[in-house]
């Protein structure tokens, strides 16, 4: 892979057919919408910033409709990526599938592009529109995810802070951007893939004090559960019932995802990589291994995905 770059593009609407120029700018940057205008002076203008598919969209617009039909859905082909919404200023009203939100600044939402969905507002908005690439966070957790993520979360505020920063800061490189961009997605990973509230017993203690353990150790290609079990103090057998009394994926299952998940963050970066380095420094014993947890996880090889991403 080569000839990865960051683009920027600030686009106003012309004066004649602004509307139109609206929707076909859409098409270019998301997808088929449907637009119903408000008012016969319609304005627009969006700020998009892009290093291949990671991608994010300020825009401002005069009071519309938004509507996505399953033929828009259709006419962009199979797109199962997801998008996070950041209002900036003003309120409107968003709605998908069962749920009816209003958002307003602070207010972060999350969606379906695949999905049918509603937009409407009366009054000039800003917002920003960040593309959450397919495999870039848990899939089954994201389409369960409400619509509007829940504000009083600190690391829903943190998210927030970290999506803005993309558009308020400058001088971005192919490789700073792709960072900043995969930390705001592994923050976003994190609101919608919080582990089992810990409960006060021993059994639960013990589990999350394992899981930590899994998370600083994973790099290490010599720590397995009975390593783990080792450091506890307790015996693999007490770990696995820990494990599983908690509400947790075996301790085998944890860090072999701690591991994969480093290794796709690592990816997602616009950088070169070495991909058996990647797979030894996420503690894989072998290259093989990491590409077959890999595969199993994301549904394709290392490689393909970083072609997907940034192609």
Known sequence: MTGVEYEKEKWKSPAKDSAGAWDTYLKDRQGSVGLAIHADDFRSTAYAQSV???????????????????????????????????PLRGLFRFEQGDSRE???????GFFRWNDPLFMTHEEEISCLILTVPENSVDDKQAADAPLALDERRPLVRALNT????????????????SVQFSSALMQLNGVLNPYPE????????????????????????????????????????????????AGYPSPGEIMRTVRVERAHRRLSVAL????????????????????????ARYGQSPSQAREQLFS
């Open 102 to 108: 209003i958002f307003y600044p602070g207010k972060v």
């Open 162 to 177: 970290q999506v803005r920063l993309l558009v308020e800061t400058t001088g971005w490189t192919a490789a700073d951007y």
């Open 272 to 295: 070169p990589v070495d991909l058996d380095r990647i797979a030894y420094e996420a503690g894989f014993s072998c290259p093989g291994s990491f590409r077959k947890a890999y595969r």
């Open 198 to 245: 810990v409960k006060s017993s021993t059994r639960a203690l013990e589990a999350e004090r394992a899981r930590r353990l899994i998370e600083q150790h994973a790099h290490d290609t010599s720590v397995t559960p009975d390593v783990i079990a080792e450091m506890l103090g307790i015996s693999v057998r007490t770990l696995y019932r820990a494990f599983k009394r």
């Open 52 to 86: 291949g598919k990671l991608q994010i969209v300020e825009f401002t617009t005069s009071p519309l409709d938004y509507r996505r039909t399953a033929r828009n859905i259709r006419a962009d082909g199979d797109d199962h990526s997801f998008r996070l919404l950041v």
